[in-house]
Every structure is written in C-alpha cells, then in structure tokens.
C-alpha cells in the first residue's frame, strides 16, 4: 500500500515517464518482506530500453523490473534507493521522507 503522496505527484510521475523519462516517485510503504523498510521509490519509463540502460548504471537487473500498466519501474529500497536519489539529486523527496535517517 501507498502512503504520503498526492494525486498531483502520480500523476506528474506517470506524465514524465510517459514521455520516455525516468521518472521518481516516493512513498511511505508497507511490506512484510521488508520490515525495515517503510518507503519505496518507483523508478519508472515508457521506454523499456532506456530504463533497461538506466538501472544498469546502477547495478540493477532488468529482471527486476515490475511491469505495470504502462509503466514498467523498478522498487528501489533501503541504502540502494538513498544512493539512487543523491545520484539523481531528487534531494527534495530525500528530505520529504527522511531517508537519511531511515538508513
């Protein structure tokens, strides 16, 4: 389940990722798979490819990437998601969720 975010935030998401982009979306989350986890970052593209080309920059298999309506993501938890959003200097959802203190 999703927690925390607008319907204008989703809906900025699945513009920028409709246009081929990698797009960001953070949120506080729940999964009993992951119990110190308690958000999630959904990296997603229309574009198949280039999010096939984005993850690798980050060590991310394409086989873990959710196929979902139209727009295929990956999750990104924990250590590997902060380390993904400084990259991506996506600083404003770092500071919204707290997630250098989460980690």
Known sequence: MAFGIKRSELESWKKLA???????????WYD???????T??????????????????YGLKKEWIHYR??????????????YILKEENKTDQIARFQLESRV
Do not use: M, N
């Open 69 to 82: 309506e139209w727009f295929p993501h990956f999750d990104l938890l924990g250590e590997k998601q902060l």
């Open 18 to 28: 409709s246009k081929g982009e990698v797009a960001f979306i953070t949120h506080y």
């Open 40 to 57: 999630v970052t959904k990296a997603a593209c229309s574009d198949l490819s280039t999010l096939i080309k984005w993850g690798q920059k």
């Open 32 to 38: 009993e798979r992951f119990p110190d986890c308690t």
